[in-house]
T-cell receptor
Framework: DAGVIQSPRHEVTEMGQEVTLRCKPISGHDYLFWYRQTMMRGLELLIYFNNNVPIDDSGMPEDRFSAKMPNASFSNLKIQPSEPRDSAVYFC????????????FGQGTRLTVV | GESVGLHLPTLSVQEGDNSIINCAYSNSASDYFIWYKQESGKGPQFIIDIRSNMDKRQGQRVTVLLNKTVKHLSLQIAATQPGDSAVYFCAENRAGGTSYGKLTFGQGTILTVHP
């Protein structure tokens, strides 16, 4: 397996634009996590899914953020409208129920909102 | 104005020395405690975990100690190598309850190994 695949690797967008970050988890993994990493706040859990169902979205900053997992092989995180304070590295990770402590992370998407 | 970021704890060691990285946690309901390593430009990578009913677990060159009385977790790395230089995160995981499977991370410690 190629691991968790995120796209794009880098995204530069203007304030007010919609941004979509994509993630393909490892095949067979039933947990999917979205994290945001910044110098100010460290590594924050935004939302996570189990079997495509959102379990906890308490980390989503505000209504501008939304995440979906339409099937077991894809999830996206949308920011609309984007703001400069959303600039961060966004990580997607996946794991299995039997080894839930071992999450496999993607390479991340570095988002810059100007 | 200038932004203020997290002031991560730092640890500098010489190659070959043993390293001890510490973490304090607050959630007594966590079922597992985990250590992750993040190298520059990459996502975090799993190192080792320990169940909450244990106090010590050993892996290859690493040992994790859990002290539930004072809510303290540590990672010991034996014979530290330059390739161990990274940011180390402790994390907590819940096996049950309303947020089962939730994996949350601490602030991290920067380890620098000098040759």
């Amino acid at each position: 397996d190629a691991g968790v695949i995120q796209s794009p690797r880098h995204e530069v967008t203007e304030m007010g634009q919609e941004v979509t970050l994509r993630c393909k988890p490892i095949s067979g993994h039933d947990y999917l996590f979205w994290y945001r990493q910044t110098m100010m706040r460290g590594l924050e859990l935004l939302i996570y899914f189990n079997n495509n169902v959102p379990i906890d979205d308490s980390g989503m900053p505000e209504d501008r953020f939304s995440a979906k997992m339409p099937n077991a092989s894809f999830s996206n995180l949308k920011i609309q409208p984007s703001e400069p304070r959303d600039s961060a590295v966004y990580f997607c990770a996946s794991s299995t129920t039997s080894r839930n402590t071992e999450a496999f992370f993607g390479q991340g998407t570095r988002l810059t909102v100007v | 104005g200038e932004s203020v970021g997290l002031h991560l704890p730092t640890l500098s060691v010489q190659e070959g020395d043993n390293s001890i990285i510490n973490c304090a946690y607050s959630n007594s309901a966590s079922d597992y405690f985990i250590w992750y390593k993040q190298e520059s430009g990459k996502g975090p990578q799993f190192i080792i975990d320990i169940r909450s009913n244990m106090d010590k677990r050993q892996g290859q060159r690493v040992t994790v100690l859990l002290n539930k009385t004072v809510k303290h977790l540590s990672l010991q790395i034996a014979a530290t190598q330059p390739g161990d230089s990274a940011v180390y995160f402790c994390a907590e995981n819940r096996a049950g309850g309303t947020s089962y499977g939730k994996l949350t991370f601490g602030q991290g410690t920067i380890l620098t190994v000098h040759p």
